[in-house]
């Protein structure tokens, strides 16, 4: 999302006729982004989907009116005047915010402050939803989890044997897994065979993923999942330039769109995103535990257990996030 962010700022500005976009493509750009935010941001049950982008400028920065007005209305941000001359009080302010938004979940975005900022741009995003059948908690017990050949750390692993949505993926050499949560919301997990990490990396993308829920049938599973917690920050003005897009974070920048001050530019783009997996479900365990007690299943279900480095999807019609868990 901090992409597109930054692709409506570059729009914008004079830059973005760089971008040689005709208007009526640049109108559906917007309008198209603005539904997808408006989607995601619908209330849904049993879910906790909170995300949304913040502008924070300094009191001496007058922004455009039009510009404002775009970015309230096309990609739903709040804009803040921010006296950057106190840095503890800016920062904190930037955090309170975004703590505030995500229902106390993303805490300390900005762990420190560029004592010359004066425009910050803010991205978050929390999930967390309730499985459609919980894991029992009474199955949980403590697994050795492989971070590598040579590192084995203890993990909380949880257990359930139940009718997933699976499929093995030779092209790729790995396995998929899905397991929903209550709504539209899946959890796809991704266990590449051992050494097939990089091959399955290289390999992701969005005909691939559309091409696994084609592909998934119902299996009979008993998966062990480790409990985990992702968390991400990312300094977007550090890894933007890679892409081709520098100029916004320099000099350089004609951001007149934005700003009648001629030498402004963006000094910092942040963005965190965290991801909560645990037993909890809509179900109660007793109710789940009662569905296994014919022998006939136990004997055709397959053991399938996440004990080294995976990878997660989570989608809803949309991706809402992509991780990787090294190390729960």
């Avoid at 502008?55 to 990609?75: E, G, N, P």
């Avoid at 890894?239 to 920048?253: C, D, E, K, Q, R």
């Avoid at 942040?270 to 006939?296: N, P, W, Y």
Wanted: net charge positive; proline share 3%.
């Amino acid at each position: 999302m901090q992409l597109f962010l930054l692709l409506c700022l570059v729009l914008l500005s004079p830059q973005g006729a760089s971008l040689n976009l005709q208007k009526s493509s640049e109108k559906e750009l917007h309008r198209g982004f603005q539904q997808l935010l408006q989607e995601l941001n619908q209330p849904r049950d049993g879910f906790q989907l909170s995300l949304g982008n913040a502008l924070f400028t300094d009191l001496v920065v007058d922004l455009q009116d039009t510009f404002v007005s775009a970015m309230k209305t096309l990609y739903l941000a709040d804009t803040f005047p921010t006296n950057f001359r106190d840095s503890a009080g800016a920062m904190k302010q930037i955090n309170d915010y975004v703590a505030k938004q995500t229902k106390g979940k993303i805490v300390d975005l900005l762990k420190n402050l560029d004592s010359n900022a004066v425009v910050i741009m803010v991205n978050y995003i929390f999930f967390k939803a309730k499985w459609e059948t919980s894991f029992n908690h009474k199955g949980t017990q403590e697994q050795d989890f492989y971070v590598t050949s040579e590192t084995v750390v203890r993990v909380p692993m949880m257990s359930r044997e139940d009718q997933y949505h699976y499929l093995l993926d030779r092209n790729l050499s790995c396995r998929v897994v899905g397991v929903p949560y209550q709504g539209n919301a899946t959890a796809l997990f991704i266990l590449p065979s051992e050494g097939k990490m990089q091959q399955v990396e290289n390999g992701l993308s969005e005909k691939t993923l559309r091409k696994w829920l084609k592909m998934f049938k119902k299996r009979q599973l008993e998966l062990y999942l480790p409990k985990f917690s992702i968390e991400g920050s990312y300094q977007l003005e550090k890894v933007l330039p890679s892409l081709g897009i520098s100029n916004v974070f320099t000099s350089h920048a004609d951001l007149s769109g934005i700003s009648n001050h001629s030498n402004i530019q963006v000094s910092e783009m942040v963005h965190k995103a965290v991801v909560e997996v645990d037993e909890s479900g809509t179900r109660a365990a007793a109710a789940t535990g009662t569905i296994f007690t014919f022998r006939s299943a136990r004997l055709n279900s397959q053991r399938l257990v996440f004990n080294r480095p995976f990878l997660m999807f989570i989608v809803d019609n949309n991706i809402l996030f992509l991780g990787k868990v090294n190390r729960p």
